[in-house]
T-cell receptor, first 114, second 114 residues
Framework: NAGVTQTPKFQVLKTGQSMTLQCAQD?????MSWYRQDPGMGLRLIHY???????DQGEVPNGYNVSRSTTEDFPLRLLSAAPSQTSVYFC?????????????FGPGTRLTVL | AQTVTQSQPEMSVQEAETVTLSCTYD???????LFWYKQPPSRQMILVIR??????QNATENRFSVNFQKAAKSFSLKISDSQLGDAAMYFC???????????FGAGTRLTVKP
């Protein structure tokens, strides 16, 4: 199993550009989520999904869109990038929704918005 | 909303000694899950240990153990026989059993001195 994969590893955008961060898992996990990590603030939940076709907002959803058309993929879209979205983004998945199961994290994407 | 506080931005320990990392949280719920994650310089998030709030017994995983004080809303991590490979950022996290929200603390950077 590849686990949780994220692409790209690094990205530089200009203000106003759009892009999609890709996330895929091959463990047949129901639950997938996106976090951002900023210095001194730990990880903050952006959006999550408890299964194909079901998504919901986390703590900091503004400026981001998600969709879940398959169990395996959970892309994160930035429609109009802003410097405040400069961060490291992590995708994670777990087998069951919202319970005490371990979340498996991807390697992260470092995004810089100029 | 639940909050997680790690009051020690940095800690250091001598190799083979014991160190305790602190974590407190704020919640009105009675059922929830607590986690400690390790993030080495590679940026990969790795689960260290987890605790279900309904369990009185403190969780233990080899050299890692927790002191879970539910009434005090405290969840500290003890690392025994510290090794150089334990050097990393450590994040405490809270996950509600009623929804899919997961909150992380700001992290504690642990240095292990040879």
């Amino acid at each position: 199993n590849a686990g949780v994969t994220q692409t790209p590893k690094f990205q530089v955008l200009k203000t106003g550009q759009s892009m999609t961060l890709q996330c895929a898992q091959d463990m047949n996990h129901e639950y997938m989520s996106w976090y951002r990590q900023d210095p001194g603030m730990g990880l903050r939940l952006i959006h999550y999904s408890v299964g194909a076709g079901i998504t919901d907002q986390g703590e900091v959803p503004n400026g981001y869109n998600v969709s879940r058309s398959t169990t395996e993929d959970f892309p994160l879209r930035l429609l109009s990038a802003a410097p405040s979205q400069t961060s490291v983004y992590f995708c994670a998945s777990s087998y069951r929704r919202g319970l005490g199961d371990e979340q498996f994290f991807g390697p992260g994407t470092r995004l810089t918005v100029l | 909303a639940q909050t997680v506080t790690q009051s020690q931005p940095e800690m250091s320990v001598q190799e083979a000694e014991t160190v305790t990392l602190s974590c407190t949280y704020d919640t009105s719920e009675s059922d929830y899950y607590l986690f400690w994650y390790k993030q080495p310089p590679s940026r990969q998030m790795i689960l260290v240990i987890r605790q279900e709030a309904y369990k009185q017994q403190n969780a233990t995983e080899n050299r890692f153990s927790v002191n879970f004080q539910k009434a005090a809303k405290s969840f500290s991590l003890k690392i025994s026989d510290s090794q150089l490979g334990d050097a990393a950022m450590y994040f405490c996290a809270y996950r509600s059993s009623n929804n899919n929200d997961m909150r992380f603390g700001a992290g504690t950077r642990l240095t292990v001195k040879p």
